[in-house]
Each structure stands twice: as structure tokens, then as C-alpha cells.
């Protein structure tokens, strides 16, 4: 798996994970799903994505998206 499937990956996780927790907990865990939303955001207008450098130091494969 490459960078770019990893990070979407992980975000698709982090909201379905938010949402596990709102069900079983409470509303606020959906502050979760708004901040994975508003990196996803500032991703696509920037391209940093904090979760990228951090899988890129894990040595995951690059990508075409995440350089």
C-alpha cells in the first residue's frame, strides 16, 4: 500500500473510529470526525497532511499525491 491509500485509509478509520464512540458514549467523540475533516480540508487546499509525514517516517511507500 502506497502513502496516499495509506493516509485515506486512515482517515476513513479515524471516522468510522468517531463514530463507533459517539454511539457507544458520547456526542463529543464527533468533535473526532470534524477535526479528521478539517485536516482533510486544509490538506487538499495545502498539501500538508500531518498523518503523510508521519507514515512517510514509518518508511511507507510513496505515493503520487503526498512528495
Known sequence: ???DKSVLSF??????????LTLAFS???????VLVGLNLL???????CPAATV???LGVKPG????
Open 1 to 3: 500500500m502506497n502513502l
Open 11 to 20: 482517515a476513513g478509520f479515524m471516522v468510522l473510529l468517531s463514530v463507533a
Open 27 to 33: 456526542k463529543w467523540w464527533l468533535l473526532l470526525t
Open 42 to 48: 486544509q490538506t487538499g487546499f495545502t498539501g500538508f
Open 55 to 57: 507514515l512517510k517516517k
Open 64 to 67: 503520487s499525491a503526498f512528495n
